[in-house]
C-alpha cells in the first residue's frame, strides 16, 4: 500500500527521458543507433547487435526487425545449431511506418519512408518511398514529403497544450466539441 | 498539339489510367488531384509513373504545387522541351 502510494507520490520521468532510457536499453542490448532517433518499438530481436540504426531515424510502434530465419527450425534434427542469419541495416533520415517487418538482409537507404505494415526485404534504395507485402517501391519520398508540407490537411499542431492541439484539429475538420 | 505535349499528355494519362482504373478516354486532365481522387500516396505513383514513361526526372518543390493533372502535364512538357533544347545545344 505504502510502497503503492510512495510510487504514485515520485516524480514521473519526463516523456523524453523515458525515451532516453528506451534507446539505452536497446544500444546495451547490442543495437548500434545514430543520434537524434525517435523508437517508438520495443524490438525483441533474438539478435540485436545485428541491427544498425542511422541517425534522426523515426520509427512507429509495432515495428519488428527479423535477423534469423526460423525456418531454419526444419533443418535442427540434422544440423541441432543451425541458423540462418542476416544484418538489417537502416540509413539516415528514414522513417518506418508502424506495424512494418524488416525481415533478415534488409538494407534501407537513406531517407527513405517504409509503410505501415510494409514487408521488406532485400535492398531500398535511398529516397524511395515503399508499400505493400511484398513491399514496392511507389516513388520519391522527397516528393511525398514536399506534397505533405504543402497540404491543406497538414497541421502545425505538435506540441501544443492538449487541450489547444484538440481544439485546433476539431475546428479543422469542422467537428463540434463533445 | 507539339510532339512534347502529347508525349506529356499521354505519359500522365497513362499513369492516370494504372493508377486510378479509369479508361484513358474518362480522364478530365482539367480536373484537380481531389477530384480524381487521388490520395497522397497515389500522387507520388502518378509521377514516378510518368516520369518514367517520358523520360524526364520533374523538381520536387514543383511537382509538390500541381492542383490540377494538366499542371503535371505543363511540368513534363517543360522538361521534355528541356532535354530537347540541350541536345540540340550539344549538336
Given amino acids: 500500500m505504502f510502497k503503492k502510494l510512495r510510487l504514485w507520490l515520485s516524480p514521473q520521468p519526463s516523456e523524453d527521458a523515458r525515451h532516453e ?17 525517435k ?5 525483441n530481436t533474438t539478435e540485436p547487435w545485428l541491427v544498425s540504426i542511422g541517425d534522426r531515424v523515426g520509427i512507429a ?22 541458423q540462418s542469419l542476416g544484418q538489417v541495416s537502416i540509413g539516415d533520415d528514414v522513417f518506418i511506418g508502424e506495424n512494418a517487418l524488416l525481415l533478415p538482409g534488409t538494407h534501407i537507404g537513406r531517407g527513405s519512408i517504409i509503410g505501415p505494415g ?9 529516397n524511395v518511398i515503399v508499400f505493400g507485402n511484398p513491399a514496392k517501391v511507389m516513388g520519391r519520398a522527397s516528393v511525398y514529403l514536399e506534397r ?13 497544450p492538449e487541450n489547444e492541439r484538440r481544439a485546433l484539429i476539431l475546428a479543422h475538420f469542422g467537428t463540434e466539441e463533445r | ?11 500522365v494519362i497513362q499513369a492516370l ?16 488531384v481531389q477530384d480524381l481522387e487521388i490520395d497522397s500516396l497515389d500522387f507520388v505513383r502518378v509521377v ?8 524526364v526526372r520533374l523538381d520536387d518543390a514543383l511537382v509538390a504545387e500541381v492542383q490540377r493533372m494538366d499542371d503535371l502535364i505543363v511540368l513534363v512538357q517543360h522538361a521534355i522541351d528541356q532535354i530537347g533544347e540541350a541536345a540540340h545545344q550539344v549538336k
Avoid: W
Fill in chain 1, 118 to 126: 510494409a514487408v521488406v526485404r532485400g535492398r531500398v534504395d535511398e
Fill in chain 1, 39 to 43: 523508437i517508438y518499438s520495443d524490438f
Fill in chain 2, 17 to 32: 489510367v494504372e493508377i486510378t482504373g479509369r479508361a484513358a478516354d474518362r480522364i478530365n486532365t482539367g480536373l484537380t
Fill in chain 2, 48 to 55: 514516378q509513373l510518368t516520369e518514367d514513361s517520358a523520360g
Fill in chain 2, 1 to 11: 498539339m507539339t510532339a512534347g505535349n502529347k508525349l506529356a499528355r499521354d505519359a
Fill in chain 1, 148 to 160: 505533405m508540407f504543402r497540404a491543406q490537411d497538414a497541421l502545425d499542431s505538435l506540441g501544443l
Fill in chain 1, 21 to 37: 532510457a528506451h534507446l539505452t536499453r536497446l544500444r546495451t542490448a547490442g543495437m548500434r543507433i545514430g543520434t537524434g532517433c
Fill in chain 1, 61 to 82: 510502434g509495432g515495428v519488428k526487425l527479423i535477423t534469423h530465419d526460423g525456418a531454419a527450425f526444419r533443418l535442427r534434427n540434422r544440423r541441432p545449431m543451425l
